[in-house]
């Protein structure tokens, strides 16, 4: 996207080539700025997945696959402790071999890159395309603070404004979100889309899920099924 500026030494024809793609351009300080329009509190998940820092690592792990989640923040009465992934977990499950009495506090990524409700989501896109993340909790400072308000995602941003795609295209995470979500989208469409994300029956993989003959298998053993039959 920023390539358009290489080529257009005018700053009014950039500008308005940009406009075109639903993106608000000015300049400043002699530099090219660019915003959405579009706030972090405009489009943030309110009703974020949420447990408390003395909660067992393999209670999380449960929530997360109840809850079809990839993270969890940790909160003490709403002020924001901490963050866990779903890779944090399988790099403790794989590395450690009894969490039993173990504490999400003694895991938790304490350094939690954060935003505020007032961000532009294209700066706050920036963000997590340097910091190679793909939540960025939203929180409001009171007394001193962090109060947890909402939770940007990756999709949240990509479900209002896809065009920002060919800006994140060198996040892998993004770009791997963005294909997920049109696969998605395609089989929807065909009448034949996956109904949760899992652990296929039959082979043990880890994607996309669908039901067949009263099991849960990827699309892979779902064709080989079927041909069977």
């Known amino acids: 996207m920023e390539n358009i500026f290489r080529f257009c030494y005018n700053f009014r024809i950039a500008r308005q ?7 608000y351009v000015f300049q400043a300080k002699g530099k090219f700025r660019m915003k959405i329009g579009i706030k972090v509190g405009d489009i943030m998940t309110i009703n974020m997945e949420k447990v408390n820092p003395t909660t067992s690592i393999k209670d999380c792990a449960k929530k997360m696959v109840s809850k079809r989640v990839g993270s969890l923040v ?3 009465k709403d002020e924001l402790k901490g963050i866990i992934t779903d890779r944090d977990l399988l790099w403790v499950f794989t590395k450690k071999r009894n969490v039993e009495n173990e504490k999400v506090e003694d895991i938790m990524n304490k350094n939690v890159v954060t935003t505020s409700p007032e961000l532009d989501i294209y ?82 993989r880890i994607g996309l899920l669908y039901k ?5 298998v990827c699309i892979n053993c779902r064709d080989e099924i079927e041909s069977k039959v």
């Open 123 to 204: 700066d706050a896109l920036q963000l997590m395309k340097k910091k190679n993340i793909r939540w960025l909790p939203v929180i409001s400072k009171e007394k001193g603070k962090k109060r947890l308000i909402g939770l940007l995602t990756q999709k949240d941003i990509l479900k209002v404004q896809p065009a920002l795609f060919d800006i994140a295209v060198g996040n892998l995470d993004i770009k791997e979100e963005y294909e997920k979500m049109k696969r998605i989208e395609n089989l929807k469409r065909k009448g034949d889309a996956p109904f949760k994300d899992g652990e296929c029956e039959e082979c043990g």
């Open 17 to 23: 080539l940009l406009n075109i793609k639903g993106y």
């Open 74 to 76: 940790i909160v003490n």
């Open 212 to 216: 067949i003959y009263g099991k849960n």
